[in-house]
Structure formats: structure tokens, C-alpha cells
């Protein structure tokens, strides 16, 4: 396994820093007084209103952003270094990428290779009458 060091990846020219884009809307977010008493607690009525609307999710759109600019330069290369380097944790990453239904899905899905004949016909006489064999043929057609 290689540890050499890599060197952080810079900007274009002109391109502003996710920091300091991140740093630009935190001092541009208004500032409330809110009412409180001497212990500083709020006062009654007072809900303390919160983080404003939206405000986290310019966040998360920023950081997604700035994931999306340094994998479309280095994704492919990093991805290609880390499954030669410590192909475990590359796989742990494609396994967290996964949704977890789709995983489900999968994994219930029965295994007809195991079942003997007598077994898959009473599986599909059963099937027949509950209609789930037609519906599975449509799907299965359509690719679903």
C-alpha cells in the first residue's frame, strides 16, 4: 500500500473556495436579538425562531458542490488509486452508495435453482391463482 503524499487539489483561477463561500454566508446571515431575561433565557411567547429556512440546505449545496468541481478533476484517478491501494475500503464506499432497498429487493428474490421440479410446480400452481405469475411475467418483460 502507497503513502505518499498527495497534493491537495487548487482551485481555477477566479474560483471561489468552498470556505470561503461557506465563510460568506455565514457573515451574511442576519443577526436577531431576541428577547430574553437576565438569566438568558427566552422570554414567553418567544419561540426563538431558529435557523432560518434554507439556510442549511445552502450549505449541503455548497459543500455537494465543491465535492462535485474535486471529483470531476480527481474522481475517476482517486477511485482507480483506491481500488489498487485498499480495495476494501473501495468497496465499502460502492457498498454505502447503494440504497439499502435496492439491496433488499435483491436479497429477497428466491433462489429457483435450489427447488426440484415437483416443488416448482406447486410454487407456480400456486402462483397462478394469486395472479402474482402473471403480474411477474409483465414485469419481467418490461425489464422491472
Given amino acids: ?5 498527495v497534493a491537495w487539489p487548487s482551485l481555477p483561477a477566479g474560483a471561489v473556495s468552498p470556505a470561503d463561500e461557506t465563510a460568506n454566508l455565514a457573515a451574511s446571515a442576519p443577526v436577531h436579538e431576541e428577547a430574553r431575561d437576565a438569566r438568558g433565557r427566552f422570554l414567553t411567547g418567544n419561540s426563538g425562531g ?5 439556510s442549511r440546505n445552502r450549505l449541503t449545496e455548497t459543500f455537494i458542490a465543491a465535492i ?3 471529483f470531476a478533476e480527481h474522481g475517476p484517478d482517486a477511485l482507480a488509486q ?5 480495495p476494501a475500503t473501495y468497496l465499502r464506499i460502492i457498498a454505502s452508495l447503494i440504497p439499502r432497498d435496492l439491496i433488499l429487493k435483491r436479497e429477497q428474490r428466491p433462489d429457483y435453482s435450489e427447488l ?3 416443488e416448482l410446480e ?3 400452481g400456486r402462483e397462478r391463482a394469486n395472479g402474482s405469475f402473471s403480474r411477474a411475467l409483465q414485469q419481467a418483460r418490461h425489464g422491472y
Fill in 122 to 124: 406447486e410454487l407456480l
Fill in 1 to 5: 500500500m502507497s503513502h505518499d503524499k
Fill in 68 to 70: 462535485e468541481i474535486d
Fill in 50 to 54: 431558529g435557523r432560518r429556512k434554507g
Fill in 116 to 118: 426440484s421440479i415437483s
Fill in 82 to 86: 483506491l481500488r489498487g491501494d485498499d
